[in-house]
Each structure stands twice: as structure tokens, then as C-alpha cells.
């Protein structure tokens, strides 16, 4: 008969290969027993007549207090870890709406979320340690499984660096996919807690505290309107160089920029109901035989005649310079060199209206030569004849607001734009400037000298001037096409917003704007977000409360854990020890590997009753605990 021999109980023999016996063992039964299957037929006669006595182990009576011991820190556990979840739904909750600035027991709301934050995923993963811990000694009761699984169970509890450990072994099992799971959960709690604490900028806005300065179409005179001359003197723009310089800028791409003060650290400055003036073009198809103005003559004539399309057998083919720009056949009489030689007459009429002058205001009209196509390209095929554009100037009243944030980004948002109709006899009449001039409202007047003074720029200063803007724009200014009306678009936006801001008529006195800046920052926190992340901390500690009484419950009230001393006193049978032979030097690959291929159980043994890790055929159940109330 052979008797196992465990580490840490008395020694019953000097060499495994031989059979030994207790004393007086073989005088009482002096027949040979060959194999342990016949010893282990009577469990009651080996106790009885074999085994000294003590040698036979029964579960011992254990008290309540015993089972305290076991149970305090679980327990413990659960209960800090419910207590600390309850703090992080209070924290969060007392943060919402506060300022960023509002301190909790003397630190900000991320650190001390933080702090808690770490101490609840270090008990869940210490709760989970014990849960798994004391499952991986019941997963190998009854029938079994192999030895390997307790490094997996043990790497499982390690947090991920053992998970990492045990990866490729782990396989599909009720605790094991949840423990991995959770683990790698754990990870992301930290971040997900600060995630959560938006904040919302305090935007506190102040009138007064923004200011530009830009001219008032409507309370200024920009014209050349002058009291002693009257209306007869309106010839443009006081500083009609504004409108060449506004044209050059667009054709370049660039935009003039308003004066204005907005301090540094203002989310925006504000600058509502600016009053400005806009002007368009309005166009339609003409001819060749379209009327002009001649200033080589100060002639009407017409594009056939001055280009020579009208010569009978002409030696060569007419062509044209494109693109051209003329005056309308309809300005006779009131060409920029026609204002700028205008003289009263001395027998004039001091009040009224004057005929001679009533005659120098109109619609001012000019005329297009395009190239064949219809776009402002400078070739004309000699075998193609010029595409005509008959148009007139027309204004509006835009009524806007200006937004510069943070980065000096400008934004001009239209509130109105209202058409102009211009009073051509009001502005010719020498009695109601004389009468009205210091209460009046100039935007007709400055509208018109505007118009005037678009027109000296492009036609009145030449040909070569306005083909240079023109080339100069379609090199760097177009964006969306090369037609007149793009050109246009382009162009008298800038001249509009030079005209207003480019030289501001009241250099002291601005417009006051309003003023917006953070104040500080809030917390703007969404329940439903913090209360599923608090409350999911849950979800771990019930199934690892869970896992841990029913391991606590199959294992008879014996807590192991993790014991690497429990594992050595429990031990390997000498039939199971038999599967490693030859590896006790090898390291913890060899040896797992080897794991995985041994099948034990996790039992008493039916000779002596001790507790250990064996094949299935010489293992039985652990029998049951008994308690005391003592």
C-alpha cells in the first residue's frame, strides 16, 4: 500500500518507490497490499486500523468569528465603494453650474474627481481580485479542468498586465470574459470622469467699451459741394483719390480695413446700425452704333464711327482696344470735364433752380466694349467684332452690422438695403442747399458724388488706367469669373467700404460698438452622462460581490484568495507531481505550457483526506464545513 507524502506534515516514509506502513500496521494485517484502489475500498477500515491517530483530517468546527475574518474586507470594500460612487454623483452635482474656480475640501473639481476616481477603480479591481481569486480553486472541483487554468485565473487578477500575460490562453468562460472586460473598463473611468466636465463660457457684453470710426454718408458732406459756388461745384468726392486707390486694392485682391478699437482678450466687438452707401451697375446689350462721348472731340459720336467700322473699303479691319469704356451718349454736357469747367454765369438767379446747372445732374451712363465673349479679356480676333454693354450707375442705402472677433476675422452682416432714388432737381437747387445745409441729410448728395467719381476713375483718367485695374484683376482679384459683372461686384464693394472707412470725416468722435469678453467659465454638466458613469462603477462590484459568495459558498466558507501558501500546502499528488517530473528547474513557460496539457481536480484525497490538486480517479469532493456559533 502506498501513502501519499505532502509537504508540511509528518514524514511516513523514506523513499516514494517503496511501500511503507504505519507501526504495528502489518502485524495486524499481515496480508501484502499490493495497490491503493484496495486501501481506498474501506475509508472506515484505513481510519480505523491503518492511519495513526490525527492522520486523518475532519473538517474543523469554525465560529463566527472566523467567518467575520473572512468576510470584513469584501465587505469593507462594497461598502467604500458604494460611499465613494455616492460622493462622485454629489461632487458632480454640487459642480453643475458652478464656476471652474469652485474648490471641494480645498482642491478643484478634476483633481479631487480624480483622486476619488482612482481610490473607487482601485477597490473594484481589488474586489475583483477577490472574487476571481477565490473562484479559480472551485472551477477545478467536481470534474475538473486543466492545471493551467489557475496561472489564467491569477493572471486575470493582476489587472492588465497579467491579462496580457495570459491572453492567448484565456478562453470562453462565464468569469473569465467578464474579469477581462472589466479590467480594461477600468481603464477608461479616469478619462471618462474629466470627459465629462464640459464648461460653458460666461460671455458678459458691454456698450461703450468698442468704438470706430467711420464716416456718416448721412451727417457729413464728403462732396465737393461748396456754400459759395452752390450745387454747380459738385464735381465727386472731396478726396476722389479714395475711389482710384479702392479699384487698385480690389484689383489686387485686397479690402481696406476700418479703424476701430476692440482690447486685447475680447471674444468679439459690435458695431451695429452702420449706415452706408452701395453702388451697382445695371446693364444691358447695345450695338456698335451705340452713342458715345468722344473726349478726343467732346463729340457725341458712335463705336462704329470711332473705331472705323462705318469706313467704306477700309485698307485694314477695324480693332478695337478691349476691354474700352466710354461715356454714355446721354452724359453729353456732363463729363468730369464738363463739371470741372463749369463757371456760373454772372446773371445766374441766387435762389431757385438755375437751368444751367439743373442741366450738369443725370443718371450717370456709360458704355462697354467687350471682347467677343463677352468678358473683360484684353484679345479681340481680328476677324470678331466686340461684344457692347450699355449701363448706368445706380445706389442703395445698406444698413449694417460689424463683427471682429478674436483672430480681427471681420464679418459685415446686412441688416437692409433700400434703393436710392435720386432727386436730381434737390441737388441742383441752389435755394434748399443755402436754406438746409446744416441740418441736412447728405446721403443723396454723397451718392451722387460718388457715381461721379467712379466714372472719372474709369474713364476720365484713360484708357490705360482702366485696363491696368482690369489686368491687374484678373491676375489676382477675380474669383469667380472675368465678366464685367464680377468685376463690378468686386470692385465698387471695396469702393463703398473705402469711401466709409477709408477716411473717416470725424477723426474724434466714433461710433461706439459693444464690447464682449469671457468672464470666466462654468460648469455645464449632463446628468444623464455623470449618473451612467457613476452608477456603471456598479455593474463590476455586483458581479464581483456576486462571483465571490458563490465561491465562498461552494468552497465551504474557506477563503484562499491568492495565497501562494495555500497553494504550497494544498499541493500536487505524487500521481499528479508524476506530469512534471524532470521540470522543477524550468521557468514558468515550460512549465505552463506543460499545464495545459494536465487534467486535475481539485479535492480530498480518498486516502488521507487532505486537500490538494490530483487526477480525477484519486480525488473526491470537499466535504462540508461545520460551523459553530461559539
Excluded at 78 to 92: S, W
Excluded at 104 to 128: D, N, Y
Excluded at 243 to 257: I, K, N, S
Aim: proline share 4%.
Amino acid at each position: 500500500m502506498m501513502i501519499e507524502n505532502y509537504r508540511g506534515f509528518d514524514k511516513l516514509h523514506e523513499n516514494e518507490s517503496t511501500i511503507n506502513t504505519y507501526p504495528g500496521a502489518l502485524e495486524k494485517h499481515p496480508r501484502q497490499v499490493s495497490t491503493e484502489s484496495e486501501f481506498n475500498a474501506s475509508d472506515y477500515y484505513a481510519r480505523s486500523t491503518l492511519a495513526p491517530p490525527g492522520y486523518y483530517q475532519e473538517p474543523k468546527r469554525e465560529g463566527v468569528s472566523e467567518m467575520f475574518k473572512v468576510i470584513f474586507l469584501p465587505v469593507l470594500n462594497v461598502a467604500g465603494t458604494c460611499a465613494l460612487v455616492g460622493i462622485i454623483i454629489y461632487i458632480y452635482q454640487k459642480a453643475n453650474g458652478q464656476t471652474t474656480d469652485m474648490t471641494i475640501a480645498g482642491m478643484r473639481v478634476p483633481t479631487i474627481l480624480a483622486l476619488i476616481m482612482t481610490i473607487v477603480k482601485m477597490l473594484v479591481a481589488g474586489g475583483i481580485t477577490f472574487a476571481v481569486s477565490e473562484y479559480k480553486w472551485i472551477q477545478l472541483q467536481s470534474e475538473g479542468s486543466k492545471l493551467a487554468l489557475l496561472d489564467i485565473y491569477d493572471g486575470c487578477t493582476r489587472g492588465v498586465g497579467g491579462i496580457i500575460r495570459v491572453l492567448t490562453s484565456i478562453h470562453l468562460d462565464k468569469v473569465l470574459i467578464p474579469t477581462v472586460l472589466f479590467q480594461f473598463g477600468l481603464i477608461a473611468m479616469g478619462p471618462a470622469s474629466q470627459q465629462i466636465l464640459s464648461t460653458a463660457d460666461i460671455i458678459q457684453c458691454v456698450k461703450g467699451e468698442a468704438g470706430i470710426w467711420y464716416t456718416n454718408f448721412s451727417s457729413s458732406d464728403i462732396s465737393t459741394l461748396s456754400s459759395t459756388t452752390g450745387p454747380g461745384s459738385v464735381k465727386g468726392l472731396k478726396q476722389d483719390s479714395l475711389v482710384r486707390y479702392a479699384f487698385e486694392q480690389a484689383a489686387l485682391g485686397f479690402q481696406v480695413q476700418p479703424y476701430y478699437e476692440c482690447k486685447m482678450g475680447s471674444l468679439n466687438c459690435t458695431y451695429t446700425d452702420l449706415s452706408g452707401i452701395h453702388t451697382t451697375v445695371a446693364c444691358q446689350n447695345g450695338t456698335l452704333d451705340s452713342q458715345i462721348i468722344d473726349l478726343n472731340t467732346n463729340n457725341v459720336s458712335t463705336l462704329n464711327h470711332y473705331y472705323g467700322y462705318d469706313k467704306p473699303n477700309p485698307i485694314t479691319s477695324p480693332s478695337p482696344s478691349v476691354p474700352g469704356i466710354f461715356y454714355s451718349g446721354s452724359m453729353v454736357g456732363r463729363t468730369y470735364f464738363d463739371l470741372n469747367n463749369y463757371t456760373a454765369p454772372l446773371l445766374s438767379p441766387k435762389n431757385g433752380s438755375d437751368a444751367s446747372i439743373r442741366k450738369l445732374f443725370g443718371d450717370q451712363s456709360f458704355v462697354m466694349v467687350l471682347t467677343d465673349e463677352g468678358t473683360l479679356n484684353s484679345y479681340l480676333p481680328m476677324d470678331k467684332k466686340p461684344q457692347i454693354l450699355e449701363c448706368t450707375l445706380q445706389s442703395t442705402v445698406n444698413s449694417s452690422m460689424l463683427i471682429i472677433d478674436q483672430s480681427n476675422v471681420k464679418r459685415l452682416q446686412q441688416y437692409s438695403s433700400t434703393p436710392l432714388i435720386i432727386d436730381y432737381d434737390t441737388l441742383s437747387n441752389a435755394t434748399y442747399w443755402k436754406e438746409n445745409y446744416l441740418d441736412a441729410n447728405f446721403t443723396m448728395l454723397n451718392a451722387y458724388a460718388m457715381q461721379l467719381s467712379i466714372l472719372k476713375t474709369l474713364i476720365a483718367d484713360g484708357q490705360d488706367g482702366f485696363q491696368e485695374i482690369v489686368e491687374n484683376w484678373l491676375i489676382y482679384g477675380h474669383l469667380s469669373g472675368k465678366t464685367p459683372d464680377n468685376f463690378f461686384v468686386d470692385t465698387l464693394h471695396n469702393v463703398d467700404l473705402t469711401a466709409m472707412y477709408g477716411l473717416p470725416a470725424n477723426p474724434i468722435f466714433g461710433e461706439q460698438g459693444t464690447r464682449c469678453f469671457i468672464q470666466g467659465n462654468t460648469y455645464q454638466l449632463s446628468p444623464a452622462a455623470y449618473y451612467c458613469l457613476a452608477l456603471s462603477l456598479l455593474l463590476p462590484l455586483i458581479w464581483w460581490t456576486i462571483i465571490w459568495i458563490i465561491s465562498l459558498h461552494q468552497s465551504n466558507g474557506v477563503s484562499r484568495g491568492n495565497s501562494q501558501v495555500a497553494l504550497m500546502v494544498t499541493g500536487l499528488t505524487a500521481a499528479a507531481r508524476q506530469d512534471f517530473k524532470g521540470l522543477s528547474h524550468s521557468g514558468q513557460r515550460e512549465i505552463f505550457a506543460k499545464a495545459k496539457e494536465v487534467n486535475v481536480v481539485f479535492g480530498e484525497t480518498r486516502s488521507s483526506g487532505h486537500i490538494a490538486f490530483g487526477t480525477p480517479e484519486e480525488m473526491k469532493p470537499v466535504r462540508t464545513k461545520r460551523y459553530s456559533t461559539a
